[in-house]
């Protein structure tokens, strides 16, 4: 017998790739019109929703040799949900372009599938709608929806007294590209190089806030801590310190140390753990997630233990070097 | 004195990018946030809103030897406030990832951003936010949101009986495209290589459709008129024959001439065009900017005064020949 299901996206055609993509997956109620028609329709019980986008580029944001089908269709969709959670609203729906060339392999198409509405499905959204187009390289770009579950959290709130806390990991996706970049076997180092594959943003830390938690301001850690601190002081006229005790991570030093690298580097200006990062009142008892990590003073600008800190402070995307 | 302004992307960083794309810009009332946070506020007043998303991939969907910079950022916002408005809706905002090499002239963001806006603007909508990325060639994804003016417009609500009409220009985008692939001058023939440049969807025909007006379904010409009508007549279970007589251009005559081609080819399967076709409840006078151009009976398919028709119906992403 001879197999004559299709191999590439060529042989699927544009409407068999659409049909791959959502057909036979169940919507949550959220989406009150999936894909199929002209547009499709969310719903914004509050009045009003939260928007976030995202495009990752094959060999900028992603490597079809470090990372499968399945991680580079979840990383798309938590990296745009980090993003809507980190203005204190719950994810709703995603829709998502897809570029990609006719060779494109079908097992490529189902893998990064399944790695979407995996993630999707892990924040209690699905993937709404999208466009398939032909392109010369792998482009996905994701749009995020959110219900705001409270006012949403700025990052222009954080006020002199507050407590900086951080939920989730700091540096582990840093330190999986620097032995994946280095050369190194991955299954040496697994935590991190799975890190980098997918990061794992701890949406329940937020999510799960108490109606009267203190928050003041909030971001996700996508461009590295000491980056996006930085826009929260900037946006609050405030002056922010960290208190590297608090960040360390001891589970990052066998790697440095394979690699005579300093850690606090990878914690500190590291991005793309979406870790959130968040500002609370003084005299806030610290909710479920969240570690301590710095306070909010008069001022401006961010110090480590009291330094300023020179050198490069996080992701630039037009940069040479990365 | 020497100019020291920035020339290029790398030049302007990201962040300057992104200042470039949205500062100074008045934001419409429905943006209740716009960019600068980790994610935008839209307003939702209905309770749900429309959302619809394409990507535009240079040589692929534009040309920089045949489009301006301007044509290009209109282009992207207009075919997605086509599908907004193709579901009965108002465009309240878009998002827009922009991806683009290094070298990308910070002439050519400006040209883009300024089309982008000033088509956003003909619509009562904003650019509310976005993302900037690296990329080997020009990448631009736009998602568009809409507010629901009347229950949303399906492809699957027409009925046996029912007028089809059409709103706006079939077969212009096609027309300039094969003036310019056949390496014409574009000063001959203006009016069809400026309606491949930039699509002028007919939006107040749809917006200003009266409350009671008996609309059936409807859709954007995106794919070329057999296809885009042939999704409504398979969504709605019916058979749809389409009038020649009445969809005849005879603007479109010379440049058929010139290029020995068959204008009805254009008007039938021409994509771009981005107007609109829909469907009335018979005995519905036809509103203001409608033209009856065919009828919905019992059955299946399209045809054309009678007759199917056989051969390539519209745009298909992946096949080769375009």
Known sequence: MTDTSPRTVRELGEFGLIARMSTGRAQVPAVLLGPGDDAAVLAAPDGRF????????????????????CDIGAKAIAQNAADVVAMGAAPSGFVVSFGCPPDTPVDFVDGFVEGMWAEAGRVGASIAGGDVVRAPLLIVSVTAFGDPRRTPVL???????????????????????????????PARFPGVVAAH????????????????AAITSLTDVSDGLLADIGHIAESSCVAI??????IRDEELDPVARELGEDPSDWILTGGEDHAFAATFAAGQVLPAGWTRVG????????????????????????????
């Not at 961010?302 to 630039?316: L, N």
Request: charged share 25%; no cysteine; proline share 7%.
């Open 50 to 69: 939260v928007v976030s986008t995202d495009m990752l580029v094959q060999d900028r944001h992603f490597r079809l040799d470090w990372s499968s089908p």
């Open 241 to 246: 310190d960290l208190d590297t005790a608090a």
């Open 197 to 212: 594959r997918v990061p794992q943003p701890p949406y329940r830390a937020v999510l799960d806030l108490p109606d009267d």
């Open 295 to 322: 306070r909010v003073a008069d001022g401006a600008g961010v110090t480590v233990d009291g330094v300023r800190r020179s050198g490069p402070g996080g992701w630039e995307s037009f940069s040479e070097g990365r």
């Open 155 to 185: 990052l222009s709130g954080a006020q002199p007294g507050d407590v900086v806390a951080v939920a989730g990991r700091l540096g582990w996706s840093a330190a999986g590209l620097a032995v994946l970049n280095a050369g190194l076997d």
